[in-house]
């Protein structure tokens, strides 16, 4: 069973030390105690919370579609010539970069503090662990 201490489940979530520390208080996160006597929380616990209590930013596109991974962020840097741009986005704790046509990123209007909304469609995604099993 994964455990992490406070620090990593703040990490983990975007938030402080101390912010965990009140979710054990509260009773939202139950605290366990390591075998060097640190506290930790259980990683299938931490994940349940940080899925249900995710907030998503409201999506200013007001338009469905089929894609679920929508990350709305501020357009943070913008390289262009003649014909293709790379577009980074800072979406919450997680940073994007789009290669798209130079044409795209000036019909958008895209530049450096522009709100924007990345979709995400992938019929491939990688899935990592740290560290060997």
């Known amino acids: 069973m994964p455990q992490f201490r406070f620090s990593e489940a703040a990490r983990l979530l975007g938030v402080s030390d101390d912010t ?5 208080r509260s009773g ?4 366990l105690t390591d075998q ?4 930790v929380v259980d990683g299938a616990e931490l994940a349940a919370f940080a899925r249900t209590n995710a907030a998503d930013p409201h999506d200013p596109s007001g338009i469905g579609r089929s894609a679920r991974n929508r990350f709305v962020g501020l357009v943070t840097e913008v390289v262009a010539d003649k014909v293709m741009a790379k577009v980074e986005l800072q979406c919450g704790m997680h940073r994007l970069t789009s290669l798209m046509s130079s044409d795209a990123v000036d019909e958008l209007g895209l530049r450096p503090g522009v709100l924007a909304v990345a979709v995400v469609k992938a019929t491939h995604v990688v899935v990592e662990t740290p560290g060997s099993v």
């Open 28 to 31: 939202q996160l139950t605290a």
């Open 20 to 24: 965990v520390r009140r979710l054990v």
């Open 36 to 39: 060097a006597g640190r506290g």
